[in-house]
């Protein structure tokens, strides 16, 4: 079966290597789509902080069940599925707490241990999240990225009625955005890129800001008046977003991390401290986030079909990178098909 390897930044070798075979407790993938993100672009540029090399990537994905393994049942063979992508100890304070995305030895699949990039894929059945048929396999492989806006919203309490700035509209501030308005919030989003305010616009995010021509205290004087922002998510992950966050969220308010850092920002903790805010961290997502984006999606709450932007064919995968870094914000979600 065909299988890609990124061998360093930037380089990925593909190769040619044995079907595998699923043990007891493990289910057979057959892999159809997957989905590119900003870590793995991160990855690309050898600036994600913790992927070595050499990596096999691919950890939003949509598949369907080849076979299954001795002692698992309760999936159709040829049905559509996806799956968790942590290996965890299941043994540290944080696993035994039910926190086991966090767990003190965590691994992701396509950062730390190998991704879904090949045809074929095993994984253990307690993973696997089934998805409706009537799912299409982009829609399927949105769930992971889905999955993260619904753990980083659940960090920040409860939002009803609340005023929200998220800051980057690409596919995940997109997608916290979608979930803060599901949530009851009153939603602002901002972006350098007209293209990916107006995809948001075609999303339902109706309030957009960009921060080339208007300020976050302008936008969020215009949007919500004097009550200002009482939560901000940083989806952009730049020394700009952070600084504008804690300079403009309400005193008391909430500010959550989302974004992955490429690189390290320096932070006003005097403001931190004399505002009392809250700098909250959230990270990938638990089974009950992968549950609820199923049901997000297929209610329509979540509407990722205007974030689909292009494919490339799996002996492309390179070419996607390339069109990623060529296109950069005039792009949302790019797909490698299998």
Not at 28 to 45: A, E, F, K, T, Y
Not at 78 to 103: M, N, W, Y
Not at 185 to 211: F, H, W
Not at 270 to 292: F, K, N
């Amino acid at each position: 079966m065909r299988q890609a390897v990124m061998t360093a930044p930037g380089v990925i070798k593909h190769n040619e290597v044995p079907e595998p075979v699923p043990g007891p407790g493990e289910v057979l993938l057959r892999i159809h789509r997957i989905g590119v993100c900003g870590s793995d672009v991160h990855v690309n540029h050898g600036k994600h902080p913790f992927t070595p090399y050499p990596v096999i990537q691919g950890h939003e994905f949509c598949a369907t069940i080849e076979s299954l393994g001795q002692g698992v049942d309760g999936f159709a063979i040829g049905s559509k599925a996806t799956a968790l992508p942590q290996i965890v100890c299941g043994a540290c304070d944080r696993c035994l707490e039910g926190h086991f995305h966090i767990c003190d030895s965590l691994k992701v699949r396509g950062f730390q241990a190998p991704g879904v990039a090949q045809d074929l894929f095993v994984t253990e059945a307690d993973k696997l999240i089934a998805l409706p048929e009537s799912f299409s396999f982009e829609q399927g492989a949105f769930v992971e990225p889905a999955a993260v806006a619904i753990r980083a919203t659940r960090r920040a309490g409860n939002l009803d009625q609340l005023n929200v700035a998220v800051l980057g509209a690409g596919p995940i501030g997109n997608l916290t955005a979608q979930m803060c308005r599901a949530r009851g919030a009153k939603v602002l989003i901002t972006d350098m890129s007209e293209y990916r305010l107006d995809v948001a616009s075609q999303c339902g995010i109706d309030a957009t800001s960009n921060p080339q021509s208007e300020s976050l205290h302008a936008a969020s004087l215009r949007v919500f008046g004097r009550r200002g922002i009482d939560v901000v998510f940083d989806c952009a992950g730049v020394q700009e977003t952070i600084s504008a966050a804690i300079d403009t969220v309400n005193k008391g308010g909430t500010v959550v991390v989302v974004a992955v850092y490429g690189e390290k920002p320096r932070v006003d903790l005097a403001v931190v401290g004399d505002r009392e805010l809250s700098i909250v961290g959230t990270l990938m997502y638990q089974h009950a986030d992968y549950e609820e984006a199923v049901l997000r999606i297929e209610s329509g709450d979540i509407n990722t079909i205007p974030l689909e932007t292009k494919h490339f064919p799996f002996a492309e995968f390179s070419a996607a990178y390339d069109f990623i870094d060529r296109e950069g914000p005039r792009s949302m979600k790019v797909f490698i098909d299998l």
